[in-house]
């Protein structure tokens, strides 16, 4: 038995981590490979700090697409091997018209959970315009979906299992740049990542819409550092790069931007 209440001190989102001990648990006691549900990216990398401290087991991850926020987890015993393609996974295309009535991801998303499924069973969703969305989800919900899943909005669709190979992922635009900040604090490095007012960064970091190394930070002084990962909901990712100090002690900082 792995020691539980040991490796869950400090972790912030309990009840996740302590199902994926569990179910690392039944991989060693089993020797098979053990999948987890859909973890989000701050769930993961909770759950890769926990798992860095045991020997006993090793997991892999995998989302569907190299970009994918939303990754599901194959655990086994140290002694097995393990890789990626291990990780049971299923794309849907969700196909109708929405030229006239668009739709959004949280529009796809809440369809999906109409039909009474939870939201650990569902990956990424790829919004594809007025052509419909690509979701991906657990294998064993494919079925029910395809007959289950008949409306988005009010537009009918058509649902059905796809490859993962047919996902239509746009690869993201990276945009380098260089900011000279007074100070490293969160506010000032995101306001100049994402080209918006630092007032208007502010609040977005103080109403929790902005997450470093996918961790909620509500504190606009928050000190970034070189290899942070700066992300806000609908508007992209930034990557701080190398960091130096100028001759008037300000910061010259790189940044890179994902949209």
């Known amino acids: 038995m792995l020691p539980r209440d040991e490796l869950l001190k400090g972790v912030e989102n309990r009840d996740a981590a302590a199902r994926v001990i569990d179910q690392a648990d039944q991989a060693i006691k089993t020797w098979e490979v053990v999948f987890t549900d859909f973890l989000s990216p701050p769930e993961y990398v909770k759950i890769q700090q ?18 994918a926020e939303r990754q599901r987890l194959a655990i086994a015993r140290s002694e097995l091997p393990l890789d990626a393609s291990q990780v049971d996974l299923a794309a849907l295309e969700i196909a109708g018209n929405f030229l006239f009535d668009p739709a959004t ?38 079925d029910f979906l395809e007959m289950n899943l008949k409306q988005v909005r009010s537009v009918p669709v058509n649902t059905r299992r796809i490859e993962l190979d047919e996902l239509k992922v746009r690869e993201p635009k990276k945009k380098e740049m260089t900011t000279v900040e007074a100070s490293l604090r969160l506010d000032a490095i995101a306001s100049a990542g994402f080209g918006m007012s630092r007032s208007k960064m502010a609040d977005l970091i ?14 606009a002084s928050y000190a970034v550092k070189a290899a942070d990962l700066i992300a806000i909901r609908g508007k992209g990712r930034v990557e ?16 890179t931007r994902f949209v």
């Not at 103080?206 to 930070?217: C, F, I, S, T």
């Not at 701080?240 to 940044?255: P, S």
Request: aromatic fraction near 6%.
């Open 50 to 67: 926990v798992f860095s401290r045991l020997t006993e087991v090793h997991l892999v991850a995998a989302g569907g697409y190299p970009q």
């Open 105 to 142: 991801h949280r529009d796809f998303l809440g369809a999906l959970l109409g039909t009474g499924i939870v939201r650990d069973k569902v990956g990424d969703i790829i919004v594809l315009g007025e052509r419909g969305a690509q979701a991906i989800v657990v294998p064993e919900l494919v």
């Open 206 to 219: 103080e109403a929790g819409d902005v997450r470093v190394n996918w961790k909620e930070v509500t504190s």
């Open 240 to 255: 701080v790069g190398d960091i130096a100090v100028t001759k008037k002690d300000r910061y010259r900082v790189q940044l």
